[in-house]
């Protein structure tokens, strides 16, 4: 397989050897971003990547299935091993990414123009979580709720708006939210309204395969993730939907669980990318091993260390500091907008994303924060003295003029940890 590419494209060639070393060149702080193993890598390129599969494993419309058939089996059984499930819970792993699978998820459960409540998407919630751009917000009726002014989720309101719109779907999901989501406390009230109890778990999954934020699954009725943030897979979705709690659809009982299936294929999609779901279970299978404990236990551990070294050098955390592997910084107070700030550690090899932060007063695409995360600083074996220098790095890319020795120190780094 190597050595292929090259001889039959070279204009491709460069530029994966470009983008190769841009990341190995780089400090990643993306929350939402990682780096795969080999192993993933070279089963996305597989030769599944030919099969055409529409349906699920024992029903497919296509001949030759018997070992994609396998392979699907194998992702979602690796699935339910890693989040410790019994076969109460079916496994779907062919929507396509993460918001593909939100939408299966509101198309099986939801009629058109129903009621769901979300997290607002300026307080820390996802686009697919009723952004009235969204197609969530579209065709269905969000409420969002949003945190308080300390930045943190107000259960009370939360319960307090269920209790008066009494939404079909309750979702608790974030995507720039720094602490612990309480799954407990959302499955009450979930249960109290009469809602379905719906987990995006996209970016925190690792952390919960890992045991390093606890498990949506005791309370949830269903539960999607990405593959490719904290789990470390492919791009793709997971979706965990409970095989006995019954819904009508078309006058029959079926369980949510088939529901689901049955709103990806046929509902939104056609032929699951089987190369895909051979890297998930790729990355699944490293999710079993001890080693990823110690990798989700050490992205909170870093993430502490570097929100700590932050707030030593003068600035302000949402929330004021982090539980999981993620937090926001309010510049207001540096006296430079997120997008600056975004720009000006782009330029010393410090990549982030600008962010609004809670009731802020500018705009998404010039906002006051930014969102520092450190899931591929860790994989790339980064620890807590690590993030204090990255600390360092940050204050004096955003405070100096002079950049020769921040971009050293960046390389220093980055040559020690490599990709
Ligand atoms: C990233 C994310 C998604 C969407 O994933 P895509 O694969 O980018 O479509 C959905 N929900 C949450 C909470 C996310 O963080």
New binding site residues.
């Given amino acids: 397989m190597s050595g292929e590419l090259k001889k039959s494209d070279v204009e491709v060639t460069i530029l994966i050897a470009e983008e190769t070393k841009r990341q190995q060149e780089t400090l990643d702080l993306i929350p939402?971003e990682n780096i795969v193993s080999h192993a993933v890598l070279e089963a996305v390129g597989s030769s599944f990547i030919n099969k055409y599969s529409e349906g699920y494993p024992g029903k497919r419309y296509y001949a030759g299935n018997a070992v994609a058939d396998k392979i699907e089996i194998l992702a979602q059984e690796r699935a339910r091993k890693v989040f410790r499930l019994g076969k109460e819970w079916g496994v779907n792993v062919q929507a396509l990414?993460?918001?593909?699978a939100?939408m299966a998820v509101y198309f099986a459960l939801l009629q058109l123009g129903d009621k769901f409540m979300g997290l607002n998407l300026s307080c820390g919630g996802?686009l697919?979580h009723g952004d009235p751009v969204n197609f969530s917000g579209r065709l269905f009726k969000p409420i969002h709720y949003g945190v308080d002014k300390k930045g943190l989720i107000d259960y009370n309101e939360v319960h307090t708006l269920a209790r008066r719109e009494k939404p079909k779907l309750i979702l608790a999901?974030?995507?720039a939210y720094p602490r612990t989501l309480d799954f407990k406390k959302f499955g009450k009230i979930a249960k109290e309204v009469k809602a379905f109890f719906m987990v995006?778990m996209?970016?925190i999954a690792g952390l919960i395969a890992a045991g390093a934020h606890s498990s949506p699954f005791p309370y949830a009725d269903v539960v999607t993730t990405?593959t490719?943030?904290t789990l470390r897979g492919p791009?793709g979705?997971l979706i965990f939907a409970r095989n006995d709690k019954m819904i009508k659809v078309n006058e029959k009982e079926v369980s949510i669980a088939r529901a689901i299936d049955r709103a990806v294929f046929p509902g939104l999609q056609g032929g699951p990318h089987d190369n895909q779901t051979a890297a998930i279970a790729v990355a699944l299978g490293e999710a079993m091993r001890p080693e990823f404990k110690k990798y989700g236990h050490q992205i909170v551990k870093n993430a502490k260390a570097l929100a700590h070294a932050l707030q030593k050098l003068g600035f302000q955390l949402v929330s004021g500091g982090t539980d999981n592997h993620l937090m926001l910084i309010d510049l207001t107070n540096m006296g430079i907008s997120g997008r600056e700030a975004q720009d000006k550690l782009e330029a010393v090899g410090i990549v982030v994303n600008r962010n609004t932060i809670p009731y802020d007063t500018r705009s998404p695409f010039d906002p006051s924060g930014i969102r520092l995360g450190t899931p591929s600083v860790t994989t790339r074996g980064m620890k807590e003295k690590e993030m204090k220098v990255i600390a360092e790095l940050i204050h004096e890319a955003l405070t100096k003029d002079t950049v020769s020795g921040i971009k050293r120190g960046v390389k220093d780094l980055c040559q020690k940890f490599r990709i």
């Fill in positions: 939402s990414s993460g918001s593909p939100n996802h697919s999901g974030t995507t995006d996209a970016h990405t490719h943030k791009r979705a």
